[in-house]
């Protein structure tokens, strides 16, 4: 024997209980839609999604925003890498000798 329930989800009809998805969370233990009606809002979302990321505004990428832009050598990120670390070391040497300097006064 099959319990029979109906769906609250854009198809409206009445299935059966294997038709809806577990969830406990619910007093009779399924969803409330069927996975059809599941499913539909899913491939909503999707489409929604994919048509706001054509639409390309806001959510284009940087790197499609500037195409000529060249891409970094290998080169250039160790350059920078090198400020970077520069950067980094002159830091923690002042830092260093800060911290040199209060304990002597301290
Ligand atoms: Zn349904």
Redesign the pocket.
């Known amino acids: 024997m099959t319990t029979k329930k109906k ?1 609250h ?5 009445e ?1 059966d209980l294997e038709e809806f998805a577990i969830n406990r969370a619910n007093s009779d233990g399924h969803e409330y ?2 996975k ?2 599941f499913k539909g809002i899913r491939a909503d979302r999707k489409k929604a999604k994919s048509m706001r990321a054509e639409d390309g505004n806001n959510a284009a990428p940087a790197r499609t925003k500037n195409p000529k832009a060249p891409i970094p050598s290998r080169i250039d990120r160790a350059i920078h890498l090198d400020e970077q670390l520069l950067k980094a070391v002159k830091k923690s040497v002042a830092g260093e000798i800060i911290r040199i300097i209060e304990e002597a006064f301290a």
């Open positions: 769906c989800g854009k198809c409206g009809l299935k839609k069927c059809v009606c």
